[in-house]
Structures are given as C-alpha cells and as structure tokens.
C-alpha cells in the first residue's frame, strides 16, 4: 500500500497563496488522493480529489472556487488562493488501495496552515 | 441532510472492550454505493483509518488492528457498531465514523462526523 508523505506545517499570509503539497511513496504514480481540510476541533471535512490529470469528480460541499489541485509525478498539490483567516487548518491527504475485504486507506501525516 | 454521530463511552479502562455507535441520518445503510468507515485520531496526531462496512456487506479492517476489530451494521437502526478489544492507553483518541461514497471508480469519505473522544486509563 502507498505512504503519503505531507511537510508538518506551512503558512502564508492572509490574501496570499499556498500550495501543500503530499508525495506518495515510489511506484504509486498513478494513485489518486483525496484532500480533507480539518478545522481546529472539528472534524474534516472532504475538498476534492486529485489525480494527475488534476480534479477527479467533485469540490466537496461549500469548497470556494478559490481551492484548486494539481497531480504531477508522484506529488499531488492542493493549492489555496487569496488565503481567509478561516483557512486556517490541519490539511490531510488520503488514498484508497486494494479492494473488497482487503480494502484499505492510508492517510498522509497533515499538514498545518497558519494563516499570518 | 446527512449526517453521522458517534456515541459511546468516554473512558475506558486498560484490557476492556470498546463499543462505539455510529448513528446515520440522511441516508440508508442499504443504499447502493455507500458504506460507513471509522477513523481515529489520537490526540495532537493524524488520522488512521480503522475499519469499513459498505452496502453489498463488504468488510474491510487495518492491517496492524485487524485481531481486535469488528465493525457490524444493523440497517434497520440505521447504526454502525465497531468493537475494538483489549484497549490500551495508546487507543486513547477521537473516533470519528464517515460515511462512504462511490462513484463505481473510487471511493471517498463524506461527510464526517464530530468524532467522540475516548480515554483509555485505569
């Protein structure tokens, strides 16, 4: 099963833009992952999906226009745009593997966006 | 609207066996293309996906837990019901159940919900 791999923090100032990034492990180049925006004290809500031809499906609900993906290689990237106070969250990538009752999702270790 | 509460005890004692409920609205448990997982995340950490129960009865479960796992649904109570035996202080965490959605491609989580924290200690 892929690891997803996520840098532990970043941060950009308020109106400005950033881009998280999490790179699966070696071999997996073709997986897609999922983006989950986690608020303090709640629980996550889904952003979309991304693969390497970017978007797979849909924004998960109430998503701004100004959350974006891209997929590259082994890296896929959710980038955020003119950055709100209210984007300020831990942000976790997942991936999907295997099927039936060996079905499994992994999840990358999050990524915390300070907003200064 | 859909949503998803979890319930269940808040402290549990080292060796014991716990039992979390996940209560579904919004939805059927019977619907096609759909399921519930549980996902916990212990204190200042990162998720970890524990177990799913999709709607064919399909099952799955984590590698590193799969001896102390049950996950079961009652479709007519509209409930999910994950046991995890044998806790230990490290089980401490908010356990958050997701609904799963299927496109027939991929599956992904959505909603959540508010997750209920449980603490494992004597």
């Known amino acids: 099963q892929p690891v997803l791999t996520q840098p532990p923090s970043a941060s950009a100032s308020l109106g400005a833009s950033v881009t998280l990034t999490c790179t699966l492990s070696?071999?997996?180049?073709?997986?897609?992952v999922d983006w989950y925006q986690q608020r303090p004290g709640k629980g996550p809500r889904f952003v979309m999906r991304?693969?390497?031809?970017?978007?797979?499906?849909s924004k998960g609900d109430g998503i701004p226009d100004r959350f974006s993906v891209l997929g590259s290689g082994l890296n896929r990237y959710l980038t955020i745009k003119n950055i709100q106070e209210e984007d300020e969250s831990d942000y976790y990538c997942?991936?999907?593997?295997?099927?039936?009752?060996?079905?499994?999702?992994?999840f990358g270790g999050g990524t915390k966006l300070t907003v200064l | 609207q859909v949503t998803l509460k979890e319930s269940g005890p808040v402290l549990v004692k080292p060796t014991e066996t716990l039992t979390l409920t996940c209560t579904v609205s919004?939805?059927?448990?019977?619907?096609?293309?759909?399921?519930v997982s549980w996902i916990r995340q212990p204190p200042g950490k990162a998720l970890e996906w524990l177990a799913h129960?999709?709607?064919?009865?399909?099952?799955s479960y984590t590698t590193s837990l799969k001896s102390r796992l049950t996950i079961s649904k009652d479709t007519s109570k509209s409930q999910v019901v994950l046991t995890m035996t044998n806790m230990d202080p490290v089980d401490t965490a908010t356990y958050y159940c997701?609904?799963?959605?299927?496109?027939?491609?991929?599956?992904?989580?959505?909603?959540w919900g508010l997750g209920t924290l449980v603490t494992v200690s004597s």
């Open positions: 997701a609904r799963i959605r299927d496109s027939g491609d991929y599956r992904w989580f959505d909603p």
């Open positions: 919004g939805f059927s448990l019977s619907n096609a293309r759909m399921g």
């Open positions: 129960s999709f709607s064919n009865d399909e099952k």
């Open positions: 070696s071999g997996y180049s073709s997986y897609r």
């Open positions: 991304v693969g390497t031809s970017g978007i797979v499906g």
């Open positions: 997942g991936a999907d593997h295997g099927s039936g009752s060996n079905f499994v999702w992994v």
